[in-house]
């Protein structure tokens, strides 16, 4: 028996014990293809998945060396029928692959018959395929390239996707280095997408994702398409590119309800893109607009069905997709991993706090118990204002009051989900409030001002969800939140997590109101960050108020 | 002197020899036989000699053959080593002594080197083709008729016969001489000695149209004549063809066999692997932790006992799931720990499985033992777990449990099996092909089907079990095969991580095990939280079920804590502490209990006073509040004391209303309505008169019709038809090919005659369907249950004519019968 630091379990998970002296090697043998599925204190659980599986395929790692690994470091004996099982997924990655006949075209080929006849039986399969050309060979009608990786992944022979890209239309980009440089992880992260050609990226939130692009462009030298999330989002993207690189202002375009330029690197919010008019997406097109040699999907776990399908078409383009978490609460990882690639770089939040480009956090929950009154209105009220009204209560008020004054000149943002709250809260914190009704060109002022430090302190609902690049925000204080969402509790911390001047930590704050489901969702929403390895310590809102240690 | 018997030869054989006889033919010794006589006569007899020869690999049960064959040449008289010897040149003697040594010593033969004998039961067990030769040619000849025999002794120049048996002798001394065969095989066409070289070795005997023509030497057109002409082939029957003994051997030289196989076939290895202990000590550690789960489950949610024995096929997908294993695996570990004796049907009335208590004792014991006790069991059981979900000829699925997984081959292929991976070099695997040659090889009359399946099955089960790790035998296996259980445990202890007494708490609310623990921790620790990963280590994740589960056990926050804290190597993490505590604080605050019926009144005093009454103690009341006390006794009671103490209660409903009492007034449960007598009648409806008038028709037709009609002296008025058994069918037959109706006299399941009048329809399988005029639809009818049948032809008079066929002769019998009616 050995003394690895790696347990391998049966139902494929593995428990890497952090403290172990061969831990931080065993991470990084074990990254490639396991995915990370919990990051506390202690031991770190990783899983075996057929998509990790295949991503590992895809960027070059074969079974013998998972199994080798695996045997390397595990502490105790690892199940054969494991071992087993891990070289057979991974044995189905690459005997189908697309290809660029000269003659024929697109063409699915195979290195194992037997594999191509039970692909080619599939019911769903058969539409998609033209001729047969020899035993080993069909052909593929060109506009099916995503659908059919689609359903081979389904089925459980992914294809192996070889048969290249356009350029597209060149178009001169560099990245300006002045004042700033590209962060090793950054540069690791852009060089294996070019090698791949299309996939994700995976880095935590203030990790610097927009540079990831940037870079992606610089390397793809052509006209680009940016779909993000918002339009405050796309104006950053905007902001940032015209900083980093050479492109100018009138080379970037914004594709958004309010404006519709195409230019040769054109930013587009996935609203607009799903915007139906008589049942038709009348924005798709410009998909086809022009020749775009790369494509970037910001937020990619947020991507919606439609964006999918119309990515299925553009298979022949180069993918990028960002973002912090593969985790999709809609359970499409495979969506991801067949129309816009694997995995292509992947870097843990913790790895890059402890390099310092993420700022620590420290993650506090703020129990309040409500009042006797609060918590009679709370047992009578009907179900669907249960949450509402826990949440809303005005025992928080105080306490958010409190917080807010304990951090006075820290940059505080206040968080929560609904509108009568927030405003109230600005009205007694006599601050501004951002929400969806705030015109864009208000809420830029508004953040304007919070990064310049005019404003120490902003309300905001769910808009500023994402991806704002608000660098010196300290302290975060959520007042609610949509149920139980954790993509929304990661992407709240992420606000806060930008590097400091101070090299500070942040502080995040939620405020739950006690033994309500208030308290549950919040449960919910901090496991996810417990996994990711921000552990949330409890606070009583009394030790606030009564200023306490917090 | 010589033997002249098995009795004899036994009688001077050795005890030791004796007693070797009797250890390796068990069957033998039960019941002791009286003496040496009974003995020899048991030993000689088919079922035994079967037995032996089942056991006999195929070098010994290839010399028997020889010994057969040899025997048979000679009839009556003994046969000689050096005879023996002849049939097997190509093998080395040391391999023939050997073999014939052995079949000594198990007395399926008897004598010396210069008589040798072989039992009687031998030559019938081993058949009319030892070696795959064909019968001698005297019995061929049995089949043959004379004419031809005479026909061939013509034309092969034999001397005339004057009879059968002297046509025989001539024939056969015809295939005994070899020069003659020789100058005959010599003059064959081409084709005819490829047919001869391929029966001489292959089966002797092949499929040919008319075999048993009439064939001439003159007349000979293809191979196949040219060799009958010459009783080269023989016909055993019409379609068949086979070669003579004789000239089998002729063919073969002398040879019994072709290649002698003195030695099991060598394996070839598929792989030596250099983990094996290692990944054994795992499987079985597993393996003990599977049976411990899925028992500790049953021992809370048995599963129900199905009617025909076993375990439904959803329990099994249940347990499947809980162990998160294949389902053959969870019928392995199902059978193992029935066949261990833990785990048995609960022997109540609503029977389920349950853990015995036998369970307990094992769960006591160290890791290593529990595992030894049940690889013991699996190893050594006749049930087969590889059975579960397959269909026998019946088409029933076989359950896990069930009664119909035993398998008598089992325990000898497991042990076969795991002998052949014990014989092979340390750390090699081998294919299951492999092994199965082998076992053909030392058990050639097994049944190959079931074996192969069985090699296959025990391979993946010695695997789970950690008998065999990565396809080799590990070392606890290796014990185990040896029979030495101890041995085994002892070899596994230090595979089996060592157990721990700490966890890793994590502020994630999941602690890790990273080994097994110690069990009183084990135990606590899945009281209080859930397991969400198993394996080498256990993830336990605390819910607020799990924790509340803890303190419904009766365990307090302190004792959770201190368990946390002695248990934890790290500080524990706040968030576990803070729902340990939030959910002691809210655990208790509701309270629910059981009252029969409850007083309430605004006056605090009447309660205060009732409390206090010593008559009211019976009632046994309890205060919950000070308007409220709750009784154990019945509401209809305690109104009635309430009243008795000169009370004026009133009683409530659920909701709350005051219910009005009255007196009680009974009520019967819902009864019918008495019959009423017959007076003044209502007319019938439309319908029902036409439906009497159909009735009354065929009940008219039923005793009219066949009066006068059937055959005389048959039947008269209102007498049922009776006719023997083979006459009702002919009658039955005769009336459906004609389309006629019949009259039937019919024994309903209650035991009376009823007759009836039947259209029949179809007559098979012992039943009769038709339309039935009485009941006016098509019923089935047993014909056993016709006491007799007369057939009437739509009230007109041509079925006559089936009378006239003499159809109706009838039985003395039934005339008899018929007499009192």
Known sequence: MTDGPLIVQSDKTLLLEVDHELAHECRLAIAPFAELERAPEHVHTYRLTPLGLWNARAAGHDAEQVVDTLLRYSRYAVPHALLVDVADTMGRYGRLKLMNHPAHGLVLESTDRAVLEEVLRSKKIQPLMGARLDEMTVAVHPSERGHLKQVLLKIGWPAEDLAGYVDGEAHPIALVEEGWSLRAYQRDAADNFWAGGSGVVVLPCGAGKTIVGAAAMARAQATTLILVTNTVSARQWKSELLKRTTLTEEEIGEYSGARKEIRPVTIATYQVMTTRRKGVYAHLELFDERDWGLIIYDEVHLLPAPIFRFTADIQSRRRLGLTATLVREDGHEGEVFSLIGPKRYDAPWKDIEAQGYIAPADCVEVRVTLSDHERMAYATAEPEERYRLCATAASKTRVIERLVERHIGAQTLVIGQYLDQLDDLGERLGVPVIKGETTVRERERLFEAFRTGEVHTLVVSKVANFSIDLPEASVAIQVSGSFGSRQEEAQRLGRILRPKANGGTARFYAVIARDTVDQDFAAHRQRFLAEQGYAYRIVDADDVMADGEV | ?821
Request: charged letters at 25%; aromatic letters at 4%.
């Open chain 2, 1 to 821: 002197m010589t033997a002249r018997s098995l009795a004899d030869a036994l009688r001077a054989a050795s005890d030791d020899a004796l007693a070797e006889l009797l250890g390796a033919r068990p069957e033998l010794l039960s019941p002791v036989p009286s003496d040496l006589g009974q003995l020899a006569a048991r030993a000689t007899g088919a079922p035994s000699v079967a037995r032996a020869l089942d056991r006999l690999d195929r070098w010994t049960l290839n010399v028997l053959e020889a010994a057969c064959i040899a025997a048979d040449r000679t009839p009556g008289e003994p046969i000689s080593y050096a005879d023996l010897r002849g049939m097997l040149a190509a093998a080395d003697e040391p391999d023939v002594r050997r073999a014939v040594d052995r079949l000594l010593t198990l007395a399926l033969l008897w004598g010396d080197d210069d008589g040798l004998n072989v039992v009687i039961g031998a030559r019938e067990v081993v058949g009319t083709q030892p070696a795959g030769l064909g019968p001698p040619l005297q019995v061929l000849l049995g089949a043959v008729s004379p004419w031809v025999m005479l026909a061939m002794l013509d034309d092969l120049d034999l001397p005339a016969a004057a009879n059968t048996g002297e046509a025989i002798d001539h024939l056969v001394a015809y295939v005994n001489d070899s020069d003659r065969l020789d100058a005959e095989l010599a003059t064959a066409p081409r084709e005819a000695l490829a047919l001869l070289e391929k029966l001489a070795w292959g089966p002797p005997s092949g499929g040919v149209e008319r075999a048993d023509r009439e064939v001439r030497t003159a007349t000979a057109s293809t191979p196949v004549e040219w060799l009958l002409a010459r009783a080269l082939l023989v016909a055993s029957d019409p379609r068949t063809v086979a070669l003579p003994r004789e000239v089998g051997l002729h063919l073969r030289r002398g040879q019994a066999f072709a290649h002698p196989q003195p030695t099991a076939p060598a394996v070839v290895v598929a792989g030596v692997r250099d983990r094996v202990d290692p990944t054994a000590g795992a499987q079985a550690f597993s393996f003990v932790r599977a049976t411990e789960e899925l028992l500790e489950a049953w021992g809370l949610d048995s599963p129900p006992l199905l009617k025909a024995g076993g375990l439904g096929v959803r329990e099994l997908r249940r347990a499947a799931a809980l162990l998160d294993v294949e389902e053959w695996e969870t019928a392995l570990v199902i059978e193992t720990a029935y066949v261990a004796g833990l785990l048995g049907p609960s022997g109540e009335i609503d029977d389920g499985w349950l853990p015995t208590p036998a369970y307990d004792l094992w769960r006591s014991t160290p890791p290593e033992e529990r595992w030894a006790t049940l690889a013991s069991a699996w190893l050594r059981t006749t049930r087969s777990a590889g059975l579960v979900g397959s269909r026998d000829d019946r088409d029933r699925v076989a359950a896990t449990l069930g009664p119909d997984l035993d398998r008598t081959l089992a325990p000898e292929v497991r042990g076969g099996v795991l002998t052949v991976l014990a014989d092979a070099p340390p750390g090699a695997a081998l294919d299951a092909a492999e092994i199965e040659a082998v076992l053909h090889w030392t058990r050639p009359r097994r049944p190959a089907g079931l074996r192969r399946a069985l090699v296959e099955w025990t391979l993946r089960e010695a695997e789970r079990l950690g008998v065999a790790g990565q396809g080799a035998l590990s070392g606890p296996g290796r014990a185990l095969l040896r029979g030495e259980a101890d041995d085994a445990a002892d070899a596994l202890a230090p595979l089996l991580p060592d157990p721990l007494d700490h966890v890793l708490l994590q502020a994630d609310l999941t602690a890790v095990a990273p080994g097994p623990l110690v069990s009183d921790l084990a135990q606590a620790l899945a009281l209080m939280a859930d397991i969400e990963s198993t394996g080498g280590a256990t993830v336990y994740r605390f819910t607020e079920s799990s924790v509340r589960r803890a303190l419904d056990a009766g365990r307090s926050a302190d004792d959770l804590h201190s368990l946390l804290a002695k248990h934890s190597t790290t500080q524990v993490p706040q968030p576990l502490t803070y729902l340990v505590d939030d959910m002691a604080r809210r655990h208790g605050r509701i309270r629910v209990g059981a009252a029969a019926s409850y007083i309430r009144c605004d006056d605090e005093s009447v309660l205060s006073e009732l409390l206090v009454d010593k008559r009211a103690a019976e009632l046994r009341l309890r205060r919950l509040a000070p308007t409220v006390l709750i009784a154990q006794a019945s509401g209809e009671l305690v109104l009635e004391r309430m009243r008795s103490f000169g009370l004026a209660p009133a009683a409530e409903s659920a909701d709350g209303a005051v219910l009005v009492r009255r007196p009680d007034s009974r009520r019967t449960q819902s009864r019918q309505r008495p019959p009423r007598l017959a007076t003044e009648l209502a007319a019938p409806s439309a319908k029902l008169r036409a439906a009497a008038v159909r009735a009354l028709r065929a009940g008219d037709r039923a005793t009219h019709a066949p009066r006068g009609r059937t055959v005389a002296g048959m039947a008269g008025a209102g007498v049922l038809p009776r006719t023997a058994a083979a006459q009702t069918l002919a009658l039955l037959q005769a009336a459906l090919e004609h389309g006629a109706a019949v009259w039937i006299g019919y024994v309903d399941q209650h035991g009376s005659v009823t007759e009836r009048v039947v259209d029949p329809i179809r007559l098979e399988g012992g039943y009769l369907t038709g339309y039935d005029h009485r009941y006016e639809e098509v019923r089935t009818f047993a014909v056993h249950r016709i006491t007799g049948v007369a057939t009437l032809e739509a009230g007109d008079s041509e079925f006559g004519d089936v009378s006239e066929n003499g159809n109706f002769d009838l039985d003395p019998r039934t005339t008899e019968v018929r007499g009192p009616a």
